[in-house]
């Protein structure tokens, strides 16, 4: 570990590629089903076996996807692109080579802000996955020197997203991914499952020192599925590069990969430049023409993006905070939305959201949607504690006592347990009364000076109306009787 006052001698300079499989139902150039999960080898065809004489066919709806991701990045969509052979031989590459885009991508001159600070894209470029191999050791399989494979993901459509080298930590480069995470979710491109490995990474880092303006010899690192993981990477990564420069050595351009349990990364081959894929034209399928109607049509489309949707919460009154860990998990921005559309407070909707709901979706490692609770369910619990039906403690209770759990309507559970809170005021003031009176020494201790044992009273007489007096009423007649 290399200590602080070294690091700071080095500036990092760090770039992302981060591959997103898209959702569509088909692959990019084939009829086969797009999905995961599959038994091995289930979900091909000819064309991604790479058979002779079969020809690719472009899927439509990828490129859909891929100018829709174009315009959440902030990319201009050229009016042309085109397909390429990008040449290398893998045993779960068929064919020999990869259709990708190489000088005419999709997508081009993005960014996205992070922080305050604007992270460049260079480009974002359409490509079909490669297939999987499955290592002895791995997936159950016995054995120690052999890999199986599986073609199932092979010519799975991909949107490869190519940062500019703006990122100068580890947790910038965190924030950037994980916000190109929510951007691709909330557009349903993606499902950005990085345990999946529907959404992949690759980290280039280099360092220099500090006030030079030539970049050092990069290293790229494969094989980072998490963003902790990513973190960790990098992290150990700059440690790695600057041991070297300090030796008196110099950091080797090669491709690494990243081992979370060793938490380190190990050489894995030479890194390759663009020539050492002798790209060429892909010669079965012709240049793409983009109309500036069809960018449009499909920018009309385009959803409420996680930035502006943290803006409107914080418009709400939302904290910072809050706004963040909600759209962070989209399943709960979507439902606290309904909520907000169905008319709910807001404030009561985040405090139950962050609150009890947070906590029962943490502790039983959910989501929402997993749950029986609706935001009609909710907006009517809220209303019910609006209007006074219901105390604010009575409603947590049947939150997550009923409504998470089973379904049930506010309306019926109250009815059915007799929930409603009291707030006659006669009623009320007979109840704390009757507590003055039957606790004499704090009554006298009260009068002493104790005057924080006035929410010893307020407890008891809660306890004994077992939570439905009203909080207010109660609060002024146990003040009003202890110092009349």
Same mark, same amino acid.
């Given at each position: ?89 893998? &045993? ?36 079909? =996955? ?19 494979? =599986? ?16 990122? $100068? ?61 990513? %973190? ?24 690494? #990969? ?40 499909? $920018? ?17 009154? #939302? ?26 407070? &807001? ?51 049947? #939150? ?11 309306? =019926? ?19 704390? %009364? ?37 909080? %207010? ?12």
């Amino acid at each position: 570990m290399v200590d602080q006052e070294l690091r700071d001698k080095y500036e990092v300079v760090i770039g992302l590629e981060v591959h997103a499989q898209l959702k569509t139902k088909t692959k990019i150039f084939a009829p086969d089903p797009n999905i995961f999960g599959q038994e091995p080898n289930s979900l091909t065809s000819p064309i991604t076996l790479g058979m002779p004489g079969v020809l690719p066919v472009l899927n439509k709806e990828a490129v859909n996807m891929g100018i829709l991701a174009g315009l959440a990045l902030n990319c201009e969509i050229p009016s042309r692109c085109k397909f390429d052979r990008k040449q290398y031989f893998y &045993p779960d590459l068929p064919k020999g080579y990869q259709i990708s885009q190489y000088d005419e991508p999709i997508c081009i001159n993005g960014y996205l802000n992070i922080n305050g600070k604007r992270i460049g894209i260079t480009r974002a470029h359409l490509e079909e =996955d490669a297939g999987k191999l499955v290592h002895a050791g791995a997936d159950g399989l016995a054995g120690s020197s052999y890999s199986l494979v =599986d073609l199932n993901r092979a010519g799975t459509p991909l949107l490869e997203i190519v940062s500019e080298p703006d990122m $100068r930590s580890s947790e910038e480069a965190r924030n950037y991914m994980e916000e190109l995470r929510n951007i691709v979710r909330y557009i349903g491109v993606c499902d950005g499952n990085l345990e999946e490995g529907s959404m992949r990474c690759d980290a280039n880092i280099s360092i220099m020192p500090k006030g030079s303006k030539e970049f050092g010899t990069r290293a790229e690192i494969k094989n980072v599925n998490s963003f902790s993981a990513l %973190q960790r990477a990098i992290e150990y990564e700059i440690d790695r590069q600057i041991e070297i420069v300090e030796d008196g050595g110099q950091v080797v351009q090669e491709t690494r #990969l990243w081992d979370d349990n060793s938490r380190e990364t190990r050489s894995m081959r030479g890194k390759e430049d663009a020539h050492d894929y002798r790209y060429f034209p892909e010669p079965d399928l012709m240049p793409l023409e983009i109309s500036r109607q069809w960018v449009e049509e499909i $920018r009309a489309k385009m959803p409420e993006l996680p930035s502006a949707k943290r803006e409107r919460y914080q418009s709400l009154g #939302l904290s910072e905070y809050d706004a963040n860990v909600i759209v962070e998990q989209m399943g709960l921005a979507l439902f606290f939305d309904k909520v907000l559309e169905l008319g709910a407070n &807001p404030k009561t909707a985040v405090n139950f959201i962050m609150g009890e709901i947070s906590a029962y979706l943490k502790e039983n490692h959910i989501e929402i949607t997993e749950t029986k609770l609706t935001p009609e369910n909710l907006t009517e619990l809220i209303n019910l504690i609006e209007k006074g039906t219901i105390s604010n403690n009575i409603g947590k209770q049947i #939150l997550i006592e009923d409504m998470i759990t089973n379904g049930e309507k506010a309306s =019926d559970i109250v009815e059915k347990k007799g929930l409603s809170q009291i707030s006659d005021e006669g009623a009320i003031k007979e109840i704390v %009364q009757k507590i003055i009176e039957a606790n004499p020494a704090q009554v006298e201790a009260y009068k002493g000076g104790k005057t924080n044992l006035l929410g010893f009273f307020v407890g008891q007489v809660m306890k004994e109306t077992q939570g439905r007096a009203n909080p %207010q009423t109660v609060n002024k007649f146990v003040k009003e009787l202890l110092e009349g």
